[in-house]
Protein backbone atom coordinates (compact mmCIF):
# COMPACT_ATOMS: atom_id res chain seq x y z
CA UNK A 1 0.00 0.00 0.00
CA UNK A 2 3.02 2.04 0.80
CA UNK A 3 4.02 2.56 -2.69
CA UNK A 4 0.71 2.93 -4.30
CA UNK A 5 -0.16 5.75 -2.20
CA UNK A 6 2.80 7.77 -2.67
CA UNK A 7 1.87 7.36 -6.58
CA UNK A 8 2.09 10.01 -9.03
CA UNK A 9 -1.50 11.16 -8.94
CA UNK A 10 -0.58 13.91 -6.85
CA UNK A 11 -3.43 12.89 -3.76
CA UNK A 12 -2.42 11.85 -0.77
CA UNK A 13 -3.83 8.96 0.22
CA UNK A 14 -3.79 7.25 3.95
CA UNK A 15 -4.94 4.54 6.34
CA UNK A 16 -6.71 4.77 9.11
CA UNK A 17 -6.28 1.83 11.69
CA UNK A 18 -9.98 1.75 13.61
CA UNK A 19 -9.40 -1.16 16.57
CA UNK A 20 -12.54 -2.44 18.19
CA UNK A 21 -10.13 -4.36 21.25
CA UNK A 22 -7.51 -2.95 23.68
CA UNK A 23 -5.49 0.28 22.87
CA UNK A 24 -2.39 -1.45 23.03
CA UNK A 25 -1.92 -1.35 18.93
CA UNK A 26 -3.04 1.94 18.69
CA UNK A 27 -0.84 3.17 21.85
CA UNK A 28 2.25 1.20 20.36
CA UNK A 29 1.85 2.91 16.90
CA UNK A 30 1.17 6.16 18.00
CA UNK A 31 4.59 6.15 20.37
CA UNK A 32 6.65 5.16 16.68
CA UNK A 33 4.48 7.96 14.88
CA UNK A 34 2.43 4.60 13.27
CA UNK A 35 5.16 3.84 11.05
CA UNK A 36 5.71 -0.04 11.13
CA UNK A 37 7.64 -2.81 9.46
CA UNK A 38 7.68 -5.43 7.50
CA UNK A 39 9.83 -8.21 7.42
CA UNK A 40 9.93 -10.13 4.02
CA UNK A 41 12.02 -13.47 4.01
CA UNK A 42 12.81 -16.59 1.76
CA UNK A 43 15.34 -19.05 1.60
CA UNK A 44 17.96 -16.96 0.08
CA UNK A 45 17.09 -12.93 0.73
CA UNK A 46 15.65 -11.39 3.59
CA UNK A 47 14.58 -7.48 3.50
CA UNK A 48 12.80 -5.02 5.83
CA UNK A 49 10.27 -2.31 4.53
CA UNK A 50 9.35 0.34 6.75
CA UNK A 51 5.55 1.14 6.35
CA UNK A 52 4.32 4.52 6.43
CA UNK A 53 0.67 4.62 4.77
CA UNK A 54 -1.00 4.54 8.56
CA UNK A 55 -1.86 7.90 9.59
CA UNK A 56 -3.70 7.56 12.37
CA UNK A 57 -5.34 4.72 14.43
CA UNK A 58 -8.47 5.53 16.55
CA UNK A 59 -10.99 3.19 18.65
CA UNK A 60 -14.17 2.54 18.08
CA UNK A 61 -14.54 2.50 21.79
CA UNK A 62 -12.56 3.73 24.46
CA UNK A 63 -13.18 3.30 28.36
CA UNK A 64 -10.42 5.98 29.35
CA UNK A 65 -11.74 8.15 26.57
CA UNK A 66 -15.19 7.70 26.59
CA UNK A 67 -16.89 9.21 23.88
CA UNK A 68 -14.31 10.99 21.99
CA UNK A 69 -12.72 8.03 20.17
CA UNK A 70 -16.20 7.33 19.03
CA UNK A 71 -16.47 10.19 17.92
CA UNK A 72 -13.44 10.78 15.76
CA UNK A 73 -13.43 7.33 14.59
CA UNK A 74 -16.92 8.22 12.64
CA UNK A 75 -15.18 11.73 12.18
CA UNK A 76 -13.21 9.96 9.65
CA UNK A 77 -15.74 7.42 8.47
CA UNK A 78 -17.85 10.31 7.44
CA UNK A 79 -15.79 12.69 5.75
CA UNK A 80 -15.32 13.57 1.92
CA UNK A 81 -12.23 12.60 2.32
CA UNK A 82 -12.55 8.67 3.04
CA UNK A 83 -13.70 7.10 -0.17
CA UNK A 84 -12.61 3.47 0.81
CA UNK A 85 -14.44 1.61 4.52
CA UNK A 86 -12.60 -1.93 4.19
CA UNK A 87 -13.39 -4.43 6.97
CA UNK A 88 -11.29 -7.31 8.12
CA UNK A 89 -13.72 -9.34 10.44
CA UNK A 90 -14.45 -12.59 11.81
CA UNK A 91 -17.38 -14.49 11.49
CA UNK A 92 -18.34 -13.33 15.14
CA UNK A 93 -18.04 -9.89 13.62
CA UNK A 94 -20.68 -9.77 11.33
CA UNK A 95 -23.74 -10.61 14.71
CA UNK A 96 -25.58 -13.27 12.16
CA UNK A 97 -28.30 -15.67 12.67
CA UNK A 98 -26.69 -18.93 12.00
CA UNK A 99 -30.36 -20.13 11.00
CA UNK A 100 -31.16 -17.24 8.58
CA UNK A 101 -27.88 -15.54 7.63
CA UNK A 102 -29.45 -12.17 8.57
CA UNK A 103 -28.25 -9.99 11.13
CA UNK A 104 -28.72 -11.54 14.67
CA UNK A 105 -31.66 -9.35 16.22
CA UNK A 106 -31.25 -10.25 19.44
CA UNK A 107 -27.91 -10.57 20.09
CA UNK A 108 -27.71 -8.02 22.48
CA UNK A 109 -24.77 -6.04 21.26
CA UNK A 110 -26.98 -5.44 18.07
CA UNK A 111 -29.66 -4.42 20.30
CA UNK A 112 -27.63 -2.21 22.01
CA UNK A 113 -26.90 -0.40 18.51
CA UNK A 114 -30.40 -0.19 17.63
CA UNK A 115 -30.98 1.54 20.98
CA UNK A 116 -28.46 3.73 21.04
CA UNK A 117 -29.00 5.42 17.15
CA UNK A 118 -28.21 9.03 18.35
CA UNK A 119 -24.89 7.95 20.39
CA UNK A 120 -21.24 8.12 18.93
CA UNK A 121 -20.54 4.46 20.39
CA UNK A 122 -21.53 1.30 18.88
CA UNK A 123 -21.00 -2.43 20.19
CA UNK A 124 -20.96 -3.73 16.35
CA UNK A 125 -19.28 -3.04 13.03
CA UNK A 126 -22.47 -3.27 11.43
CA UNK A 127 -23.82 -0.42 14.39
CA UNK A 128 -20.84 1.33 13.44
CA UNK A 129 -20.94 1.25 9.55
CA UNK A 130 -24.89 2.66 9.82
CA UNK A 131 -23.84 5.24 12.24
CA UNK A 132 -21.05 6.25 9.74
CA UNK A 133 -23.75 6.08 6.97
CA UNK A 134 -25.98 8.21 8.54
CA UNK A 135 -23.57 10.83 9.07
CA UNK A 136 -22.16 10.45 5.33
CA UNK A 137 -26.02 10.88 4.28
CA UNK A 138 -26.85 13.75 6.77
CA UNK A 139 -23.87 15.67 5.67
CA UNK A 140 -24.54 15.25 2.10
CA UNK A 141 -20.85 13.79 1.83
CA UNK A 142 -21.78 11.18 -0.74
CA UNK A 143 -21.13 7.18 -0.75
CA UNK A 144 -17.86 5.42 -0.73
CA UNK A 145 -16.81 1.95 -0.91
CA UNK A 146 -17.17 -1.23 1.35
CA UNK A 147 -14.48 -3.21 0.76
CA UNK A 148 -14.63 -6.62 2.97
CA UNK A 149 -11.20 -8.18 3.19
CA UNK A 150 -11.86 -10.98 5.60
CA UNK A 151 -11.41 -14.52 4.54
CA UNK A 152 -15.19 -16.26 4.61
CA UNK A 153 -17.07 -17.09 2.01
CA UNK A 154 -19.33 -14.28 0.15
CA UNK A 155 -18.15 -11.55 2.53
CA UNK A 156 -18.64 -9.25 -0.23
CA UNK A 157 -22.80 -10.12 0.08
CA UNK A 158 -22.35 -10.45 3.94
CA UNK A 159 -21.62 -6.75 4.01
CA UNK A 160 -23.99 -5.62 1.20
CA UNK A 161 -27.02 -7.21 3.51
CA UNK A 162 -25.59 -5.73 6.95
Request: charged share 25%; with cysteine; aromatic share 4%.
Amino acid sequence: LDHFFGASSGERWGVVGIGIRGSGTRDALARQDYLYSVLLRDDETTSVTVVGSLVDFVMSRDKEKDETEGERMLEYLASPRTRIISLTLTEKGYHLDLATGNLDLISPAVLHDLASADSTRAETPVGTLAKALARRRAQGTGGCTILSCDNLPGNGRLARDM
